[in-house]
């Protein structure tokens, strides 16, 4: 899916602007002077939600009580509206969205921001996110299923922090263990086929490092998961909360017997997080034809120029649709002249497209 076409109303800095896109966009600018907000606002109509703060405040323009998208997307039209009060309203071709998944479906994106290490070096839960993006897109199912197991796990967890007896909460555990090994399966499935896609890009971006990748299904895969359960009800009883269950799955990353997050540098960490969502979008491609957005917000940080090039270079390649958000233009302007660039130019919230336009 390419977004064509994208007006921005009293979204931070950005006053009022229309921009027509194209497959490689490079939005450049110094620091503070709306760059970062055009991805934002990308991200925004994509998932309905902001990449850099939760608070809808931060987001709309001070002297306004909401912000206003709207883009064209092939055949779609997408508006987002956000109050600061917090109301959002989400339309899809002149109707309203029942359900927030209607606009993920629509524009599938990837997002690489200086924060990204977080992929590698944060808790199991970012890591879950990631596995779920890729489900989600290819397994019309995986959202029922995943909303059943969150909503049984909620319920067992109430019964646990009111002292319920095990005969009680052995109720739910017998739709949750269902459930559990339902989505287990789904995630497992999904990095099996994954996985050598992204081995073929560590390959190009780490030649000289073996990253290993395993899923963790959130509890022993020897064990009985209702055994389990009721096993670790005590136990659990007193802690309030489920110790075992698809709620504690992990994607976990090696080089060697070594957490990757620990034997890579800065800059190897970097081009793994990209090769993760990159792989991501090739394989959903390759899947189910359908094309990834990639949002790369700093693109400088940690890479050296013959990094910068070999990602470019990768990004390129998945022929789908780039957003490279930079502060030098000339170094950008160097390293994609051999493909057709859309360059933008960001100061003080006042966009300007370069009337130069290679081809």
Sequence with gaps: MLLNQLSISQLRNLKDVTL?????????GDNGSGKTSVLEAVHYLALGRSFRTHLASRVINHDCDNFLLFGRANKHALGVQRFKNGDVTIKIDGEKAKKLTELLDILP?????????????GGPKVR???????VFHLDENFMAIWNKCKRLLKQRNALLKRKAPYKEISFWDIELVECSLALSELRNQYINSFNPVLQGIIERFLPDTDVTVSYSQGWDKKADLAQLLERNYSRELALGYTLSGPHKADLKLRCGAIPASDALSRGQLKLLVCALRIAQGVHLKQQVDKQT???????????????????????????????????????IKQQTSKYQTKMFHVEHGVIKQDNLERE
């Design 20 to 28: 027509d896109f194209g497959p490689l966009n490079v939005i450049y």
């Design 109 to 121: 994106l990837q997002l690489i921001t200086p924060e990204s290490f977080e992929l590698l070096t």
């Design 128 to 134: 879950r996110q990631f596995v779920d993006w890729g």
């Design 293 to 331: 957005i990639y949002l790369v917000d700093d693109l400088s940080s940690e890479l050296d120029s013959q990094k910068r090039q070999l990602l470019i270079d990768q990004l390129v390649d998945t022929q789908a649709q780039l957003f490279l958000s930079v502060i030098d233009a000339s170094q």
